[in-house]
């Protein structure tokens, strides 16, 4: 579904990626794991047309789209959360979750959407007219994700979900990270918290200075030992 | 007990207001109060000279009271409330008795510094001290000390909850007596009562431009100008967030293009004033293009820096000896016609008012509807966050170029109808100034709101050319009510409500929020 090959992404002189290469299925969880300053953020960035690649080429159902601006990428239906909980803080909620489907222009469609998202995360609902900014850090996570799901993404570039979350409630996030994947919508999940990650995720690769260094089953890869120490805390 | 910062506090108070005294009167503007007070009494005072000295005394009344007003904290105790009032009157008194020390000094020993500080005039300074040296001093000290605390003390009074609780139930008893007048009124006055305000309002602006004159008409088009200028710049820099700063170029492309093609010399074409005038708009709006094609990236300071730098660059092109030919150079072009309609050519102030106003009229309808629009909540996410923006799916750059087009569009015809108006056009018509004016009328007025835009434009174009004798002070007055501005209303004068957004309407999504539940229950049941 996903086809990452030999990308480069340069900020100026700083060399962010170095022929980073990887798939993903269709239906897939596949996290990517590394430390700070890895080139996770900006990898999907690169993906999302947020950023450029100086070299390389990213497709997607075997269309080329790099190079292509990010609002064609978005109407491909790959959604990018990205990390930092970027909602709008002056926005209501339920604004929010308009601004998420600013590329549907059904009316009706648009409202079926907010409804599935406020069963899904009820704690939205019960603050439907507050601003995004008086939110909650928890439930701003919540915000982001419901507004990236109001397209009916094919693909959710996921970018550390869990940033900065109460256990119970990163526990939650990655419940409905699940249950979204179940629902048909294929999933690349950057994570800090490695475990939590490998642990709902099919495949795994880890990225270090801005390449890919080992990849594999996320199973196998919480078995293996360099794993263990540098990301697991073994 | 004593809070331990109280005093501290409210030295530093003391201090500040002082300040303001001790500022004001070496920029000579004490004289220009005590004008203006004079005239509140009804007293005209000799154009040049002195007010009488009994005015500059009730400034000085007026700001210690003010002063003393504003010395306690509303949450303290009354005690504390005075003491505060008490330190605080007693610095600022202290600190401007010295300061008149220093005053009745210099007037004494004939110490000429005007060379500093123009203000600093005998006559002047010794009317700070209202003409009294030694005891004036002593009686400057007496009115801050004494009004001070009176203010602090009617602060208290006024501020008290019984005063405030009677406040609240008169205006109640008003809201009431509102509420049973309005429901006496027939439901077709209660639901269109806001046009019938509108109605009255257009009477007013129709017919005022027949009976007030050539000078308010003079007036009246420069704010509606600076209006519609305002709408243009708020589009860019309040709708989109960018920071413009270099506005008035596209005001001179409009300018120049009326200019060029109908004016008599140098080149001649006289194409009619509103072909050229439809030339000025597609000029400004190609302008924004070619401007912001490479600044899209740029952000904050950057984007006012090189704004600013673009206006600089058409305003000195215009005025270099360079395309003296083509544009007139620094003496500008004259004689540019103004336009016919039906036959008849635009000679009255009037006719440009009229015309002004349908412009701004055109100009709210086209704003509004942006401003509600798709576009228009496009514009709002990039403002507030453009990352979480460009992820929802906006094209960013298309957007931000957009505001950039439609904003420019309307500088292009405003520079167009006022270089008609003024029948002239120069380099010194499009200059930074031009642009900070703009940007400064939408922060006094407020951004993203009608009102407040035209709030701002009169009291930053009309009130000045109103007040003509405080012309020399125009500036000044520009820069204290800015920072009062913003101090007492950081949103402007009369600020926008954010346009609402809800597209979805409530009703859909509760119809479907019981669809989707009803099946729900069923099968609970079964
Ligand atoms: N806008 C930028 N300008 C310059 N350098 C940047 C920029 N953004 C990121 N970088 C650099 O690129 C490298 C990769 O950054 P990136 O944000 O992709 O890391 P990350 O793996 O997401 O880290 P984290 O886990 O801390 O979020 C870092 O060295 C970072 O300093
Ligand atoms: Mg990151």
New binding site residues.
């Given amino acids: 579904m996903l086809n990452v090959s030999n990308l480069h992404v340069h900020?100026?002189a700083?060399h962010?990626?170095k022929g980073v290469s990887f798939n993903l299925e269709e239906g897939e969880i596949v996290a990517l794991i590394?430390?700070?300053?890895?080139?996770?953020?900006?990898?999907?960035?690169t993906i999302s047309g947020l950023l450029e690649a100086t070299e390389g080429e990213v497709s997607y159902q075997d269309e080329i789209i790099s190079g292509q601006p990010a609002q064609d990428i978005v109407s491909k239906g790959v959604i990018h959360i990205p990390?930092g909980r970027k909602i709008f803080p002056k926005m209501t909620v339920v604004e929010n979750l308009e601004m998420g489907a600013f590329l549907l222009r059904d009316r009706r469609l648009v409202a079926e959407r907010m409804e599935a998202m406020f069963e899904r995360f009820p704690v939205l609902r019960d603050r439907k007219k507050q601003l995004g900014g008086t939110l909650s850090g928890g439930e701003q996570q919540m915000l982001t994700m419901a507004r990236g799901l109001m397209t009916n993404p094919k693909l959710m570039l996921l970018?550390?979900p869990s940033m900065g979350l109460a256990p119970v409630l990163v526990e939650k996030v990655f419940d409905i990270i699940e249950e979204i994947n179940e629902q048909g919508t294929s999933i690349l999940l950057?994570e800090?918290n490695a475990q939590m990650a490998l642990s709902i995720a099919d495949r795994a690769y880890v990225?270090e200075?801005?390449r890919i260094t080992l990849s594999g089953d996320a199973l196998d890869l919480m078995e293996n030992p360099l794993v263990i120490e540098a990301y697991l805390g073994g | 007990m004593k809070p331990p910062n109280l005093f501290r506090k409210s030295a530093e108070k003391g201090l500040v207001y002082s300040l303001v005294m001790i500022f004001m009167m070496m920029i000579g503007f004490h004289v220009v109060a005590a004008n203006l007070m004079s005239k509140v009494f009804g007293v005209t005072v000799l154009r040049g000279s002195i007010p009488e000295v009994r005015f500059m005394a009730f400034v000085h009344i007026l700001f210690a009271f003010l002063f003393g007003w504003g010395a306690s904290d509303r949450q303290r105790d009354k005690k504390s409330r005075i003491r505060q009032g008490l330190i605080t009157s007693l610095t600022a008194g202290g600190i401007i008795a010295l300061f008149s020390v220093l005053l009745n000094y210099l007037v004494e020993a004939q110490i000429d510094i005007r060379q500093y500080l123009t203000a600093f005039s005998a006559d002047s300074m010794r009317y700070f001290i209202l003409n009294q040296g030694q005891s004036g001093i002593f009686v400057l000290f007496a009115i801050y000390l004494f009004t001070g605390l009176l203010g602090t003390i009617l602060a208290i009074i006024f501020q008290s909850e019984k005063a405030q609780t009677s406040r609240q139930s008169l205006k109640a008893k008003i809201g009431e007596a509102a509420q049973t007048f309005s429901d006496k009124m027939p439901t077709l006055v209660k639901k269109h009562w806001k046009y019938g305000i509108y109605a009255i309002l257009v009477v007013v602006l129709l017919i005022m431009p027949m009976r007030w004159g050539s000078y308010y008409n003079f007036v009246a088009s420069v704010v509606g100008v600076y209006v519609i200028a305002g709408i243009g710049l708020n589009i860019m820099v309040g709708l989109s967030g960018q920071l413009m700063l270099g506005y008035a170029a596209f005001f001179a492309m409009g300018a120049y293009s009326v200019a060029l093609l109908n004016a008599p010399t140098p080149h001649g074409i006289m194409l009619g004033f509103w072909p050229s005038l439809l030339v000025g708009v597609v000029a400004a709006m190609i302008g924004a293009v070619l401007l912001g094609l490479p600044i899209m990236r740029l952000r904050g300071d950057y984007l006012a820096i090189v704004t600013l730098g673009f206006g600089e660059i058409i305003r000195i092109l215009l005025k270099s000896d360079l395309l003296i030919d083509f544009t007139g150079g620094p003496r500008g072009i004259h004689a540019i016609q103004g336009p016919t309609l039906f036959g008849r050519s635009f000679t009255s102030d009037s006719d440009y008012v009229y015309l002004i106003l349908v412009f701004i009229a055109i100009s709210i309808f086209i704003y509004q509807r942006l401003a509600n629009s798709r576009t228009g909540r496009a514009w709002l996410a990039i403002k507030e966050d453009p990352i979480a923006a460009q992820a929802t799916g906006i094209n960013l750059r298309g957007y931000k170029l957009l505001a950039l087009i439609i904003g420019a569009a309307f500088a292009g015809l405003v520079g167009g109808i006022a270089a008609a108006r003024n029948a002239f056009t120069g380099p010194n018509d499009h200059s930074l100034m031009v642009s900070i004016n703009v940007l400064s009328l939408l922060i006094v007025g407020g951004m993203n709101s009608i009102p407040g835009i035209v709030l701002g434009a009169f009291a930053l174009r009309g009130l000045p050319e109103i007040l003509r004798e405080v012309e020399t002070y125009r500036q000044l007055a520009f820069g204290i009510l800015l920072i009062v501005m913003m101090l007492v209303r950081p949103k402007g004068l009369w600020p926008g409500s954010r346009p609402v957004l809800e597209k979805v309407d409530e009703e859909v999504v509760e119809e479907i929020s019981t669809e989707i539940k009803k099946p729900k229950r069923k099968r609970t049941h079964a």
């Fill in positions: 900020y100026g700083i962010a990626l590394g430390s700070n300053g890895a080139g996770k953020s900006t990898l999907l960035k990390e970018d550390e950057v800090q990225l200075t801005g």
